[in-house]
């Protein structure tokens, strides 16, 4: 039934598009390309209060204030459009070739706004109506596959992986981040060594981040380890390598790393993390009882954090000590 509806909308669009010519409906679709691209750009500035405004976790609330933009310059643009219409109006009669494509353009935007919407629907909290119509909907599934022709091309137009990393970590643990217990494991698709990176900079981002929170907490913030950094990072690094995401590897455990390393455990914490972004990771780090004494004990004095990434896949290791 949703494939029908979404069939009949894009060949009313279709039909919208051949009346109105090509180079209208071309204007339509530039105006709704730059404004995608606008909206992903400025949507980290804005999810902060989207966050507050709706209690999302970060990287939904991203994806809402993207939607949100991108409806708001669309509107504008949708303004100057008309006036350039009404500029172009006095032309003269539109050929059968200029009809066609503006047809086609016209079902190309408006497909472009449906890739926007499936994606965000999708990200949502559970709905039991909307999954139920979801997971019915070939078209659907069609634009939300993380792999798909669809999401590469939104990948391309916004310039940001959040939606396609988002929908990859759906349908792989069935959430948009996992925290793994110390006793448990998650298998993952295994990276080849070539494709894994170390990434400093997403480790310097959620290292700030916990110590904002431990401020927040009125405990102290941690000083940077590079000893427990280098040990978080072998970790992490050996995680995609091996496609589990646990704290075992095949070298052993964090604790077996860190007595190899010679670096005394006293009061140690550690959090092993799959997610799409530091804040992310944060927010599950502070959910958990087995992780959030990173963020809460007064004890522990240094911290270590190594991510490692391949692809959209991000395993994030902290580690703090006294």
Same mark, same amino acid.
Do not use: C
């Given at each position: 039934m949703l494939d029908i509806g979404i069939l009949v909308i894009l060949g009313l669009l279709g039909i919208r598009g051949w009346f109105r010519?090509?180079?209208?409906s071309v204007i339509s679709l530039a105006v709704l390309g730059v404004g995608a691209f606008v909206a992903f750009t400025m949507s980290g500035t804005?999810? =902060?209060?989207? *966050? $507050? &405004?709706?209690g999302l976790s970060h990287d939904p609330a991203r994806?809402? +204030?993207s939607t949100v933009i991108f409806i708001l310059f669309s509107a504008a643009g949708a303004i100057v459009s008309s006036v350039l219409h009404k500029g172009i109006r006095f032309l003269p009669g539109l050929t059968t070739l200029n009809r066609l494509a503006g047809a086609a353009f016209a079902v190309v935007?408006?497909?472009?706004?449906?890739?926007?919407?499936?994606?965000?629907?999708?990200?949502?909290?559970?709905?039991?109506?909307l999954d139920k119509?979801?997971?019915?909907?070939?078209?659907?599934?069609?634009?939300?596959?993380?792999? =798909?022709?669809? *999401? $590469? &091309?939104?990948?391309?137009?916004?310039?940001?992986?959040?939606?396609? +990393?988002l929908l990859v970590f759906e349908q792989l643990v069935g959430d948009r981040r996992?925290?793994?217990?110390?006793?448990?494991?998650?298998?993952?698709?295994?990276s080849e060594p070539d494709k894994v990176e170390a990434r400093p900079d997403l480790a310097r981002d959620i290292s700030e981040l916990i110590n904002r929170d431990r401020v927040g907490n009125n405990v102290s913030a941690l000083s940077a380890s590079d000893p427990l950094a280098v040990v978080a990072l072998e970790h992490?690094?050996?995680?995609?390598?091996?496609?589990?995401?646990?704290?075992?590897?095949?070298?052993g455990s964090i604790a077996d790393r860190l007595d190899r390393a010679d670096i005394l455990r006293t009061s140690v914490h550690a959090g092993v993390v799959l997610a799409v972004s530091p804040e992310s990771a944060l927010e599950g780090i502070g959910e958990q009882p087995w992780t959030s004494p990173i963020v809460t004990d007064a004890d522990v004095t240094k911290i270590g954090v190594g991510v490692a990434s391949a692809g959209v896949l991000q395993v994030y290791v902290v580690i703090v000590s006294q």
């Amino acid at each position: 039934m949703l494939d029908i509806g979404i069939l009949v909308i894009l060949g009313l669009l279709g039909i919208r598009g051949w009346f109105r010519g090509l180079l209208r409906s071309v204007i339509s679709l530039a105006v709704l390309g730059v404004g995608a691209f606008v909206a992903f750009t400025m949507s980290g500035t804005f999810a =902060g209060t989207v *966050q $507050g &405004l709706t209690g999302l976790s970060h990287d939904p609330a991203r994806m809402v +204030a993207s939607t949100v933009i991108f409806i708001l310059f669309s509107a504008a643009g949708a303004i100057v459009s008309s006036v350039l219409h009404k500029g172009i109006r006095f032309l003269p009669g539109l050929t059968t070739l200029n009809r066609l494509a503006g047809a086609a353009f016209a079902v190309v935007a408006g497909s472009l706004v449906l890739l926007l919407g499936l994606t965000l629907v999708s990200l949502l909290p559970p709905n039991e109506l909307l999954d139920k119509q979801f997971r019915e909907s070939r078209i659907v599934a069609t634009f939300v596959d993380p792999d =798909g022709f669809a *999401q $590469g &091309l939104l990948t391309t137009i916004t310039g940001d992986r959040l939606p396609r +990393a988002l929908l990859v970590f759906e349908q792989l643990v069935g959430d948009r981040r996992l925290v793994v217990a110390p006793d448990a494991s998650q298998r993952i698709p295994a990276s080849e060594p070539d494709k894994v990176e170390a990434r400093p900079d997403l480790a310097r981002d959620i290292s700030e981040l916990i110590n904002r929170d431990r401020v927040g907490n009125n405990v102290s913030a941690l000083s940077a380890s590079d000893p427990l950094a280098v040990v978080a990072l072998e970790h992490a690094t050996a995680l995609l390598i091996e496609g589990n995401v646990a704290y075992v590897s095949d070298a052993g455990s964090i604790a077996d790393r860190l007595d190899r390393a010679d670096i005394l455990r006293t009061s140690v914490h550690a959090g092993v993390v799959l997610a799409v972004s530091p804040e992310s990771a944060l927010e599950g780090i502070g959910e958990q009882p087995w992780t959030s004494p990173i963020v809460t004990d007064a004890d522990v004095t240094k911290i270590g954090v190594g991510v490692a990434s391949a692809g959209v896949l991000q395993v994030y290791v902290v580690i703090v000590s006294q």
